[in-house]
């Protein structure tokens, strides 16, 4: 709550007052020689990060720390989680508390001026609304004098204004500090509607709803956001780690690559599998890492696929099809760039 | 030694903004006030002042500052008032009375505010039904989740006018009638007051129609999802008044309490001697004593009632500490936007305190 965030804003002036710390080290000695990853996490979207019922982190943005960590320190369970509010996420990173942020972060402009570089995103979808069946409301065009509860320190604070201001619905909004009670404040009804992404939207329907059938999603502007996980300024090397880390796992998936086949293609003849796993080397030492980084990753968390999948996707509670997030030619946005 | 001392801390102050600016730098992060001038583009639930989501960041920051000004004002007038009760009750003859009020004292100091808070939204968001079925209490009156809405007036032109006259000849029949009456008995006085009361409606209403009604009644009226129209309470707005003069009146019954405590035994038994009843005695004679004792404590309470109002943001209520992290949130610049908070809520407490101490000097204790 405030009393929080006064406090986090507080170390980072705290922080930003003490001489330059940490610049003169990269954040891949500082990791390895941690021998942790720390990453920024949700405080719990199931599907995109929140622990399991044994503690144990699981989502799509975890499992791009999870790929990350293997990539350095060649174990997916290096890494320490800290759960982050929508206001902590970005001085928590600009501050060096955290290594990386994957935590269902839009790419802004804004946000990339100010003092963080944002990678390569690892998920596409629009800002949705979420309301009960019974009201019979299945498009923004039908929402006027709807009070809509807004979580604040998202981008959806100004999408709700937008989305009124423009189809002149008069959204009533009623901003929570706290995303549980804001979610909490829609399932008691006092709010028609809530407003977040649509993927923590089907992940909040999944778990918390009575009956996750009562409730309809639809898209709230024809826009589509690009989460991307995000790293401090000023670490080109750590930039490119992080994104080709992602990379690797979409890359595999148009490569065919899976983390039970993968040993079968190590003696591939086609050289740009072989350059990506590392067989041709040169790749993975451009980065600072080991040659086979993208095996690894692809070998034990596996490509964006099966994250997918298992996190979010059809094999999850979440229940989402691929849509934007499928590869480029099965007419998503996912684009593998070249490992070369 | 006091110069060294303080030129210490002017260096020290220097070399922390020389860091501060010199890491902001280099992390390529935005510094500056120029924000403030830019569209905020994020809505504010409710608003005591009008605010568009096209206005300024400044803007939004005085309209959260509003809405914590309002939020203190109420919870502190409210408190006093109830605190009052609960001291005297305290201090009451009446077994009942007196640990009655000793129970609400020790539950409401024990329990922590956030708790109480959350506790009074859970209620006020799971007692009301639906709006579609919302209760209807009173003609024009609704009660449901979203809150207790109720008629409002609405002004035509010529209202603001009407209004002031009519407030004026309502002081001067008043006055007329205890006047008129001085000196007979109390039926006589408040038949007296009545009779002129009824005559200021008869002129008013005449007066209103001469100016074609400008002054009208506007009712809620469920269209849509939604109760448009009228004046509204807001659960959030509920919770957190409710919440804030409970808590706070627990205080301020201990403090009015302890202040009636401290005066002289003395004085009651002078009072007596007197032959003044007890009612007297309390109100001529040892609140104004206790005063003295109370304003110094009361002071910090008042201060502390100011800064807890920055909890409503666990209910959703848009008080300056909400609207401060929406702005960081949406410009990153959370250097500048806490420094402002700082700011204001000094300001605000220095001003109650400055009051205070004012009001404190002037039922103080002339010593001669």
């Known amino acids: 709550m405030t009393c929080k965030t006064t406090l986090t804003a507080m170390a980072v002036i705290a922080a930003f007052a003490t001489p330059a710390f940490a610049q003169s080290t990269s954040t891949l000695d500082t990791v390895k020689e941690r021998g942790r990853l720390i990453c920024g996490s949700s405080q719990g979207t199931p599907g995109f990060g929140a622990p399991d019922d044994n503690g144990y982190w699981r989502g799509l943005d975890v499992e791009t720390c999870r790929a990350v960590a293997v990539a350095v320190l060649d174990d997916k369970d290096a890494v320490d989680f800290v759960p982050l509010s929508g206001q902590q996420r970005i001085p928590a990173l600009q501050t060096g508390e955290i290594d990386m942020l994957p935590r269902t972060l839009t790419w802004t402009l804004q946000r990339d001026a100010n003092g963080i570089n944002f990678t390569t995103p690892n998920y ?3 800002t949705g609304f979420m309301m009960p069946k019974s009201l019979g409301i299945t498009s923004v065009e039908d929402m006027a004098g709807a009070s809509v509860c807004v979580q ?51 992940s909040v329907r999944a778990t918390m709803a009575d009956n996750p059938d009562d409730y309809v999603i639809f898209p709230a502007t024809p826009y589509m956001d690009a989460l991307t996980p995000a790293v401090r300024h000023g670490d080109d090397q750590w930039l490119d780690i992080v994104t080709w880390s992602i990379q690797a796992m979409i890359a595999a998936e148009a490569f065919g690559l899976t983390s039970e086949n993968i040993d079968d293609y190590l003696d591939s003849d086609d050289p740009r599998i072989r350059r990506f796993l590392g067989t041709d080397p040169g790749n993975g030492a451009a980065l600072g890492l080991s040659d086979d980084f993208a095996y690894r990753i692809v070998k034990s968390v596996g490509n964006y696929a099966e994250v997918y999948d298992r996190n979010v996707g059809m094999d999850s509670p979440l229940k989402l099809e691929r849509g934007y997030n499928a590869l480029f030619n099965d007419g998503g946005l996912m684009f593998p760039l070249a490992f070369q | 030694m006091q110069i060294a001392l303080l030129g210490g801390l002017v260096l020290f102050v220097w070399w922390l903004a020389g860091n501060t600016h010199e890491n902001l730098t280099e992390r390529g992060i935005r510094t500056g006030f120029d924000y403030l001038w830019r569209p905020a583009r994020f809505p504010i639930s409710e608003s005591i002042l009008r605010y568009d989501a096209s206005d300024s960041f400044f803007w939004a920051y005085v309209v959260g500052l509003a809405n914590t000004l309002w939020l203190s004002f109420l919870s502190i007038l409210f408190a006093t008032l109830l605190g009052l009760v609960v001291g005297l009750s305290r201090r009451s003859a009446h077994p009942l009375l007196s640990r009655f009020a000793g129970t609400y004292v020790t539950v409401l100091r024990n329990v922590p505010l956030i708790v109480q808070l959350l506790f009074w939204y859970a209620i006020a968001t799971s007692l009301f039904p639906v709006p579609r079925e919302a209760l209807n209490p009173l003609p024009g009156v609704f009660l449901s989740i979203r809150g207790v809405y109720a008629p409002a007036l609405t002004l035509g032109p010529g209202a603001s006018m009407l209004l002031i006259v009519a407030a004026i000849l309502l002081v001067i029949a008043i006055v007329a009638g205890f006047k008129l009456s001085a000196g007979k008995r109390l039926s006589v006085k408040a038949a007296s007051v009545g009779l002129s009361v009824c005559l200021w409606v008869a002129v008013v209403v005449g007066l209103s129609g001469m100016l074609g009604h400008p002054v009208g009644l506007e009712a809620p009226a469920l269209k849509g999802l939604n109760f448009r129209g009228g004046m509204v309470l807001s659960p959030e707005f509920a919770s957190i008044i409710t919440g804030l003069t409970i808590y706070t009146s627990a205080f301020i019954g201990e403090i009015i309490r302890g202040g009636i405590d401290a005066v002289e035994k003395g004085q009651w038994e002078g009072g007596r001697a007197l032959g003044l009843s007890e009612r007297h005695i309390m109100f001529r004679i040892i609140l104004p004593q206790a005063l003295r004792i109370i304003v110094p404590p009361m002071t910090s309470q008042y201060l502390s009632t100011v800064k807890n109002t920055t909890l409503a943001v666990a209910v959703g209520y848009p008080e300056l500490g909400l609207v401060v992290n929406t702005v960081i949130n949406q410009t990153g610049q959370a250097i500048e936007s806490i420094l402002i908070m700082l700011a204001v809520f000094l300001s605000i407490s220095l001003s109650v305190s400055a009051f205070m101490n004012w009001y404190n000097a002037r039922v103080a204790l002339v010593v001669r």
């Open chain 1, 124 to 126: 596409y979808e629009f």
């Open chain 1, 152 to 202: 604040t320190g998202s981008t959806t604070e100004v999408v709700v204004n937008d989305v009124s201001t423009k189809n002149d619905l008069d959204l009533q909004p009623v901003v929570f500090d706290n995303t549980t009670a804001g979610r909490q404040a829609f399932f008691s009804g006092r709010c028609d509607a809530l407003i977040t992404d649509a993927g923590a939207l089907a």
